[in-house]
T-cell receptor, first 113, second 111 residues
Framework: GAGVSQSPRYKVAKRGQDVALRCDPISGHVSLFWYQQALGQGPEFLTYFQNEAQLDKSGLPSDRFFAERPEGSVSTLKIQRTQQEDSAVYLC???????????FGEGSRLTVL | QQPVQSPQAVILREGEDAVINCSSSKALYSVHWYRQKHGEAPVFLMILLKGGEQKGHEKISASFNEKKQQSSLYLTASQLSYSGTYFCGTEKETSGSRLTFGEGTQLTVNP
C-alpha cells in the first residue's frame, strides 16, 4: 500500500479483555515502531523492530503488552487483560532506516470501559 | 527524559511568523519535528542531526544548538495549512532508534 495501514481504527474493549492491533508498514521498510499517544500528549515509545528482531521493548508498560513481527513485515501489538489506563491511540510507524523519517499510520484508538 | 516544548500554544494570523522551541537536559544525537492534525497521523517535517546536517522537505526551517541541546522550528509567512500540533522528538546517542517526544505545541493559523 501507499502508506502505513493500521487496524482496527477504533476498538472498544471491556476491562479484562484481550485486544490485538495490527500494523502493515510500507513495503520495504526495515524499521517498525509502536507508540502510545494519550489524549493531548505526545507519542510515547513502546517498542522497535528491525526486520523480525525486536531490538528494544523498553517502553512496554507492563508484561500485559506484547508485540511481534514474525516475518519482518506486518506487526501485531497485543494487550492482555486490558485496563482503563490502556485507553489511548496506538500509533505504528515505519522507516527505511532506523534513524530516518518515520511514516506514521493513523493509529488504532482503544477505549477500555 | 521528555523534551520541553514552548510555547504550549500559539495563535497566528495568516502570513505571520512563529518559532517553536524544544529543549532537552540530555545530550542529543538528533532532533525530529512532526506535525499532527486532529485525528490524523503525525507527518514528518525535519530531522536535524548532530554535526549540523539538516534534512527536510517543506518550506520550514529549523536549527539545532548542540551545546545547549535545543532546537527551534521556524515557520515563516504561515499558511492556514500550518495549523496543527507540532512535536519535537529527540534521540539520544545511547537510546538507539527510539524517539522521545515533547508534549507538543498547538499552532492555530487564522485567516
Amino acid at each position: 500500500g501507499a502508506g502505513v495501514s493500521q487496524s482496527p481504527r477504533y476498538k472498544v474493549a471491556k476491562r479484562g479483555q484481550d485486544v490485538a492491533l495490527r500494523c502493515d508498514p510500507i513495503s520495504g521498510h526495515v524499521s517498525l515502531f509502536w507508540y502510545q499517544q494519550a489524549l493531548g500528549q505526545g507519542p510515547e515509545f513502546l517498542t522497535y523492530f528491525q526486520n523480525e528482531a525486536q531490538l528494544d521493548k523498553s517502553g512496554l508498560p507492563s508484561d500485559r503488552f506484547f508485540a511481534e513481527r514474525p516475518e519482518g513485515s506486518v506487526s501485531t501489538l497485543k494487550i492482555q487483560r486490558t485496563q482503563q489506563e490502556d485507553s489511548a491511540v496506538y500509533l505504528c510507524a515505519s522507516s527505511f532506516v532506523s534513524t530516518g523519517e518515520l511514516f506514521f499510520g493513523e493509529g488504532s484508538r482503544l477505549t477500555v470501559l | 527524559q521528555q523534551p520541553v516544548q514552548s510555547p504550549q500554544a500559539v495563535i497566528l494570523r495568516e502570513g505571520e511568523d512563529a518559532v517553536i522551541n524544544c529543549s532537552s537536559s540530555k545530550a542529543l544525537y538528533s532532533v525530529h519535528w512532526y506535525r499532527q492534525k486532529h485525528g490524523e497521523a503525525p507527518v514528518f517535517l525535519m530531522i536535524l542531526l548532530k554535526g549540523g546536517e539538516q534534512k527536510g522537505h517543506e518550506k520550514i526551517s529549523a536549527s539545532f544548538n548542540e551545546k545547549k541541546q535545543q532546537s527551534s522550528l521556524y515557520l515563516t509567512a504561515s499558511q492556514l495549512s500550518y495549523s496543527g500540533t507540532y512535536f519535537c522528538g529527540t534521540e539520544k546517542e545511547t537510546s538507539g532508534s527510539r524517539l522521545t517526544f515533547g508534549e507538543g505545541t498547538q499552532l492555530t493559523v487564522n485567516p
